[in-house]
């Protein structure tokens, strides 16, 4: 029998915004033309986004965020259970462990169609959290990761969080079956000498040395501490501005943290950049930055933005906390600092600017690193490699 193509549920998927949801599609677009079916929810702009990928998006008659329900979990299990029969699909992916792996583990005990989920991070925290405090958690989490065929980390780190875990649930990982599959992202699409002037005057940017993040605004993506960095730096760099590039509820704090280091009028938050134009903001940088950090519920489990930068021909600013050591080269692409301290951060901004040798040599090995092997086509084929290697035997 001719195996079908693979299956991809996902709850992140375009015209979603979010790191998730970017990986989501590069998958449906860079799976070979029917080798791929996505299952996910309805959106705003759907249909226009769905048309540009090569791999069919089936989308439930439901908006993407009742997919957490349990209406909206039964109605996506029943559905996946159809798509299995009526495909041949020999593998699920699961681009997210909640809400995306009932319906695989549905599918998988009534065919026995094994199933992968993909990991992160802040999720498995987030689980640890939730199963400590609750019984019946434990064992929703037991069922979900004992039946998975292979669990893709996307980082050491996440990887070693996951064995954790496993072990935490008296799923001790035994089999190899925890995976680690580090991310990418489109040299082609990044790439060094775009011009940012057409961005800077959209904006109303000033001319001046710009430092860049490109983040949700929550707690942990150290987007403060940067803030208190800029503050340390503002006597020494005088043209020396800050843009803040995404959307979130932790703005408003931001924006009371400038005003009271007295560098408001350095800081620029951008929050609606489209995709489209985010080649030309890391044209603009001088230095990313990205010191997340890791708190009781959320970690940077990899990083695709550090990637985007580094393909940008940018040197990286980076924290040393979760999975950004598996993106960040520290000394060869970017540098790791203390994600709890703005002198840390201040220092290591400072020399990149003082020394543009060294910034442009980071850079240069930063790009040499995504040609050749942090970007899409690597992930797409690693992943493949795992799907096809699993065993199927239909019940």
Not at 120 to 141: C, F, I, M, Q, T
């Amino acid at each position: 029998m001719t195996r079908g193509p693979d299956l991809l549920l996902t709850y992140d998927f375009p015209p979603m915004g979010g790191g998730i949801s970017r990986w989501m599609g590069e998958l449906a677009l860079r799976y070979p033309p029917g080798g791929l079916v996505v299952s996910t929810g309805q959106m705003d702009g759907s249909e226009a986004t769905d048309a540009r990928f090569p791999n069919r998006v089936d989308r439930l008659a439901m908006p993407a965020r009742r997919l957490k329900t349990i209406q909206g979990l039964v109605r996506w299990s029943r559905r996946v259970t159809t798509l299995t029969e009526e495909l041949g699909a020999g593998f699920i992916w699961c681009g997210n462990l909640r809400p995306a792996a009932y319906p695989a583990r549905w599918a998988h005990q009534r065919s026995g169609i094994p199933y992968g989920v993909m990991l992160y991070g802040g999720d498995l925290l987030a689980l640890r959290h939730n199963y400590v405090e609750s019984r019946l958690k434990r064992a929703a989490a037991r069922a979900l990761l004992g039946s998975a065929e292979v669990l893709v980390t996307i980082s050491r780190w996440t990887h070693d969080l996951a064995c954790e875990v496993l072990r935490e649930l008296d799923l001790a990982e035994s089999t190899g079956r925890v995976r680690v599959v580090p991310l990418g992202t489109d040299p082609a699409v990044f790439r060094p000498g775009l011009d940012p002037g057409p961005f800077r005057l959209a904006h109303g940017l000033p001319a001046g040395r710009w430092l860049l993040t490109v983040a949700r605004l929550v707690p942990h993506k150290g987007i403060d501490t940067t803030i208190e960095a800029l503050r340390l730096l503002s006597g020494r760099f005088p043209d020396l501005h800050y843009a803040i590039v995404g959307q979130g509820s932790y703005r408003a704090v931001l924006e009371t943290l400038a005003r009271e280091a007295g560098v408001q009028e350095r800081v620029r938050f951008l929050p609606d950049v489209a995709d489209g134009a985010l080649p030309l903001v890391y044209a603009l940088a001088d230095v990313y930055l990205g010191v997340s950090r890791q708190t009781a519920r959320d970690v940077e489990g990899f990083g695709i933005s550090l990637l985007e930068a580094s393909a940008s021909g940018k040197p990286v600013v980076a924290g040393r906390s979760g999975g950004t050591a598996d993106a960040v080269r520290d000394g060869e692409t970017g540098v790791l600092v203390n994600p709890e301290s703005a002198e840390d951060v201040a220092r290591a901004v400072a020399a990149l600017l003082d020394d543009p040798g060294r910034a442009a040599v980071l850079g240069r090995e930063g790009r040499r690193a995504v040609e050749s092997y942090f970007n899409w086509p690597r992930v797409v084929a690693d992943l493949r490699g795992l799907s096809s290697g699993a065993s199927f035997v239909r019940r």
